[in-house]
T-cell receptor
Framework: AQKVTQAQTEISVVEKEDVTLDCVYE???????LFWYKQPPSGELVFLIR??????QNEISGRYSWNFQKSTSSFNFTITASQVVDSAVYFC?????????????FGTGTRLKVLA | EAQVTQNPRYLITVTGKKLTVTCSQN?????MSWYRQDPGLGLRQIYY???????DKGDVPEGYKVSRKEKRNFPLILESPSPNQTSLYFC???????????FGPGTRLTVT
């Protein structure tokens, strides 16, 4: 069965520390897509990144970087030099079409608190 | 401005009183979806639609209905709400399946 696990419920760091948010997924499909979304305290959901299963290249966008490893079924997210504005709940998600049924599955989220 | 809108943003109702939460997008997206967010459970997909008149169940469809008569609108209907449907609801759209989703601002529903 498809599943996304974010084992870290809550993480607290001090500003300027680096922090990694873990995401482990389960799927039987060879074609699938992985996403990260951010939900700041204001409540909206903001898209951060999309990756397909055939592209294992890591990506960097400013202070954000993502490490996709098919061998361990992980898609981890690192924030370098964290800032207070990074405080939010972060969701990892998996999208696939299995047996003709479309699935978009979110993890339970990791709450990141960045302390000044 | 490209956006997904939902109305109402907040709703308190009583058990059994039918309600509709509207969702509209102005990006000409093919795909739309409804989710509910509950503490400790993340977001769970209720229903989705791949195009006009094409809808399908997500993981938690019980107690909900949807329709997609126009491309831009995807209302969520609770025919007989119950307290276990108290939740934060999000509508989302994307240009195609497997693409990033754009979310509405959310509707906080309380059923007493």
């Amino acid at each position: 069965a498809q599943k996304v696990t974010q084992a870290q419920t809550e993480i607290s760091v001090v500003e300027k520390e680096d922090v990694t948010l873990d995401c482990v997924y389960e799927t039987r499909d060879t074609t699938y897509y992985l996403f990260w979304y951010k939900q700041p305290p204001s409540g909206e959901l903001v898209f951060l990144i999309r990756r397909n299963s055939f592209d294992e290249q890591n990506e960097i966008s400013g202070r954000y970087s993502w490490n996709f490893q098919k061998s361990t079924s992980s898609f981890n997210f690192t924030i370098t030099a964290s800032q207070v504005v990074d405080s939010a709940v972060y969701f990892c998600a998996l999208s696939e079409t299995s047996s003709g049924t479309y699935k978009y599955i979110f993890g339970t989220g990791t709450r990141l608190k960045v302390l000044a | 401005e490209a956006q997904v809108t939902q109305n109402p943003r907040y709703l308190i109702t009583v058990t059994g009183k039918k309600l509709t939460v509207t969702c509209s997008q102005n990006m000409n997206h093919e795909y739309m979806s409804w989710y509910r967010q509950d503490p400790g459970l993340g977001l769970r997909q209720i229903y989705y639609s791949m195009n006009v008149e094409v809808t399908d169940k997500g993981d938690v469809p019980e107690g909900y209905k949807v329709s997609r008569k126009e491309k831009r609108n995807f209302p969520l209907i609770l025919e007989s709400p119950s307290p276990n449907q108290t939740s934060l609801y999000f509508c989302a759209s994307s240009r195609q399946l497997h693409y990033e989703q754009y979310f509405g601002p959310g509707t906080r529903l309380t059923v007493t």
